[in-house]
């Protein structure tokens, strides 16, 4: 029984198309997060959402547009892709007030 | 921003051996924790200390916060094949919605 699901785990796209990337997360966590980690393994956070409202949202291109429809889904949706974007994107989560997240496996996107 | 530095950036060493890696900050944390990523999968969580000169350990993994808050320290003792992967240490404060911070990745790389 997976914890924290990512699909897919792998996306191979064109630039300038538009894609999603979905998660979910079984263990009744209040809040959901996305970082994407580059070629080099660093972690950076994009967004993160408490009960379904958007509470951080880092210096990211406006293309990238995150939707969170309960609070155990949170779904990132990018538009007009750019080579630059290639990276593994990971969903997490965790309890409000607890620390430590739970991460998905990641998907690897990558634009061609 | 918050800057997390980690060092050594890599490590080759000998089943059996001990690891020493540690994680520098320019500004304090409340919260500073520690993941181990295995290939091809998310972080997932080994240690989180909560309080400045705390050590916590987690069968053969020690760690500390610093007394400074600007520091954490992760020990690895007697090392097997299944500990290589990438150490990450991240920090959170109390203030800013559960975002962590993470650092820049150790490698540890175990020679049976």
């Known amino acids: 029984d997976t914890a924290v699901s990512q699909t897919p785990k792998y996306l191979v796209t064109q630039m300038g198309n538009d894609k999603s990337i979905k998660c979910e997360q079984n263990?009744?966590?209040?809040?959901m997060y996305w970082y994407k980690q580059d070629s080099k393994k660093f972690l950076k956070i994009m967004f993160s959402?408490?009960?379904?409202?958007?509470?951080i949202n880092e210096t990211v291109p406006n293309r990238f547009s995150p939707k969170s429809p309960d609070k155990a889904h949170l779904n990132l949706h990018i538009n007009s892709l750019e080579l630059g974007d290639s990276a593994v994107y990971f969903c997490?989560?965790?309890?409000?007030?607890?620390?430590?997240?739970?991460f998905g496996s990641g998907t690897r996107l990558t634009v061609v | 921003g918050q800057q997390l530095n980690q060092s050594p950036q890599s490590m080759f060493i000998q089943e059996g051996e001990d690891v020493s890696m540690n994680c520098t900050s320019s500004?304090?944390?409340?919260?500073w924790l520690w993941y181990k990523q295995d290939p091809g999968e998310g972080p997932v969580l080994l240690i989180a200390?909560?309080?400045?000169?705390e050590l916590t350990s987690n069968g053969r993994l020690t760690a500390q916060f610093g007394i400074t808050r600007k520091d954490s320290f992760l020990n690895i003792s007697a090392s097997i094949p299944s500990d290589v992967g990438i150490y990450f240490c991240?920090?959170?404060?109390?203030?800013?919605?559960?975002?962590?911070?993470f650092g820049d990745g150790t490698t540890l790389t175990v020679k049976p």
């Open positions: 263990l009744g966590h209040d809040t």
């Open positions: 959402y408490n009960n379904k409202e958007l509470i």
């Open positions: 200390l909560y309080k400045a000169g």
């Open positions: 500004s304090i944390f409340n919260t």
């Open positions: 991240a920090g959170q404060l109390n203030t800013n919605a559960g975002k962590s911070t």
């Open positions: 997490a989560s965790s309890l409000t007030g607890a620390n430590g997240y739970t």
